[in-house]
């Protein structure tokens, strides 16, 4: 292999670890959250307070509202890794779109 090709080969490996590393070891805020879920926030808007309202408490008939502590982290303002969100995520997606997306229906 040339020097040339030798050079794209660790300037292309270097910028997937970066990537990679960015992806998997960036916190996860509200901001973030909701662009992953598919739910627009105004530049400059609360996000944590649209979060809150994309994702109202779950009915429950057993004397409390049982909440995935991931997200009432995200709901509190507190970011949370990468790992953590890809737990909570289809949980989080699929409140946001029964109640975000489906509010449209009902209007």
Same mark, same amino acid.
């Given at each position: 292999?040339?020097?040339?090709? /030798?050079?794209? &080969?660790?300037?292309?490996?270097?910028?997937?670890?970066?990537?990679?590393?960015?992806?998997?070891?960036?916190?996860v805020d509200?901001?973030?959250?909701?662009?992953?879920i598919g739910?627009?926030?105004?530049?400059?808007?609360?996000?944590?307070?649209?979060?809150?309202?994309?994702?109202?408490?779950?009915?429950?008939? &057993?004397?409390?509202?049982?909440?995935?502590?991931?997200? /009432?982290?995200?709901?509190?303002g507190l970011?949370?890794?990468?790992?953590?969100?890809?737990?909570?995520?289809?949980? /989080?997606?699929?409140?946001?779109?029964?109640?975000?997306?489906?509010?449209?229906?009902?209007?």
């Amino acid at each position: 292999m040339g020097e040339n090709q /030798a050079d794209i &080969v660790k300037t292309g490996i270097g910028l997937l670890v970066e990537r990679t590393r960015k992806y998997l070891y960036a916190p996860v805020d509200a901001r973030q959250a909701l662009e992953e879920i598919g739910v627009q926030v105004e530049r400059g808007a609360d996000a944590v307070a649209v979060l809150r309202e994309a994702l109202p408490p779950e009915p429950a008939e &057993v004397g409390f509202l049982p909440e995935d502590p991931r997200l /009432a982290a995200l709901k509190s303002g507190l970011a949370i890794s990468r790992v953590d969100w890809s737990f909570a995520y289809s949980f /989080a997606a699929v409140r946001a779109h029964q109640h975000v997306f489906s509010k449209g229906d009902r209007e």
